[in-house]
């Protein structure tokens, strides 16, 4: 059974997914961490609820800037509690060295979309605004750069007529909570 730390920042839907897969039998893990940059983040409410230790992450008052002493504290925390792989779910900010060096290619990110297309904020919105009539989410590793890391699995969702930003967004979470447990689960299997 895998040890999972969960990093996010928002509502924690895809953190439940993976919960919901661990109840369901159909994913051989256990959550032991989530963190949340964000104290009103209601991903820390959901892992309460669960009866998992939660907790906010110190970012030193930056707004968007992951500190490299924020990171330190927060791959201390993780390995402390014996966490083995690292899953950001709407983590939104960009990890990077030291926690890199710490987790060599044992931090899964999921994105929302068909990665190398519209890496960075709001990804949906891009699509939308680009004309795309394709979408979908990427689960990938994560490397230094900016939603730049090798592709494990992705899925796809077809942008319809009358899709908006918000109507996408939906569709693809559908598709990312049955994706980033089923690679979680594929990653598990090989250990
Ligand atoms: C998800 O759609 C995830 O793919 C996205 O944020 C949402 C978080 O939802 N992540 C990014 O855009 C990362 N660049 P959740 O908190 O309900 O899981």
Not at 14 to 19: D, K, R, S
Not at 49 to 60: L, N
Request: net charge negative; with cysteine.
């Amino acid at each position: 059974t895998i040890k999972l730390g969960v990093l996010g920042s928002g509502s924690g839907s895809n953190m439940q997914a993976i919960l919901d897969a661990i109840e369901a039998g159909t994913l051989d893990a256990e959550i032991v961490l989530v963190l949340s940059d964000n104290p009103d983040g209601y991903i820390l409410e959901r892992a309460r609820k669960a009866g998992i230790p939660a907790e906010v992450i110190d970012c030193g008052g930056f707004k968007t800037k992951f500190p490299d002493e924020s990171q330190s504290a927060v791959a201390a925390q993780l390995k402390a509690a014996g966490v083995k792989l690292v899953c950001l779910a709407g983590f939104m900010r960009l990890v990077k060295q030291p926690m890199l060096d710490i987790f060599p290619e044992r931090i899964l990110n999921i994105h929302p979309s068909l990665l190398p297309a519209y890496p960075g904020l709001m990804a949906w919105k891009q699509a939308v605004a680009d004309g795309a009539r394709e979408s979908g989410c990427t689960v990938h590793y994560v490397d230094a750069g900016m939603d730049t890391g090798p592709i494990i699995k992705q899925a796809k969702v077809a942008v319809i007529a009358g899709d908006t930003a918000e109507t996408l967004h939906a569709r693809i979470q559908l598709e990312e909570h049955s994706l980033y447990p089923e690679v979680i689960a594929a990653i598990a299997a090989q250990q």
